[in-house]
């Protein structure tokens, strides 16, 4: 029995992975309904999670298991925890992908790190459109404070012919309270250490 079942497994596993969705675009599942699904019908959690041809597999075994009762009640119980696990894959997945988009979206947004060749209008610019993507909720504030403190550090490798210049290029900033005080006083102290 357990022979079958392992040769049925690794023949529809096989088929499950030559299909392709291309033109279904991957949305996060609840893991919760998924295991529901298949407490209802063996199988239901897997077909909604996106595994077409495992959940009809699992249906199949389920239900070849049940001929001998306890077979079956054990096959049932797993296929509620892996279409349960399958969903929780599947959302991980989407969210790495939503994670490495927005990383992207910021890279994109921000001008390269090259500060040694930046001007400090420029430098200061990184600022504001750092701070505009913050303020919009593209970036969170985590994500906003460590990107800060990296460019604060980027002054270190920085090339600054005239500090006041670059003090000067953060007023309107500092008015438009985009840059906080604390905020100053540390890249005066990162222009300084790279004298």
């Keep these: 029995m357990h022979l079958v079942f392992c040769i049925l497994r690794i023949a529809f596993l096989k088929f499950t992975l030559t299909i392709k969705y291309d033109c279904v675009m991957e949305v996060k599942k609840d893991p919760t309904l998924a295991a529901l699904l298949s407490f209802i019908f063996p199988g239901a959690g897997h077909i909604y999670v996106g595994r077409v041809g495992f ?10 298991g049940g001929l001998l009762i306890l077979p079956g009640l054990m096959m049932w119980i797993a296929g509620i925890f892996m279409a349960r696990n399958a969903a929780k894959r599947l959302n991980n997945r989407i969210a790495k992908r939503e ?17 040694r060749n930046m001007s400090p209008d420029a430098f200061a610019d990184r600022f504001r459109k750092l701070y505009h993507l913050w303020t919009n909720e593209i970036i969170s504030e985590a994500e906003y404070k460590a990107e800060k403190q990296n460019m604060i550090n980027d002054l270190n490798n920085a090339i600054i012919d005239d500090p006041h210049d670059l003090l000067a290029s953060f007023i ?14 540390t890249i005066k102290q990162a222009v300084a250490a790279s004298r």
Excluded: C, H, Y
């Design 99 to 115: 994670q490495a988009a927005l990383q992207a979206q910021i890279a994109r947004a921000l001008p390269p790190r090259n500060t």
């Design 172 to 185: 309107q900033l500092k008015q438009e309270n985009m840059v906080s005080q604390s905020d100053i006083e």
């Design 55 to 64: 959940g009809i597999m699992w249906f199949f075994l389920t239900g070849l």
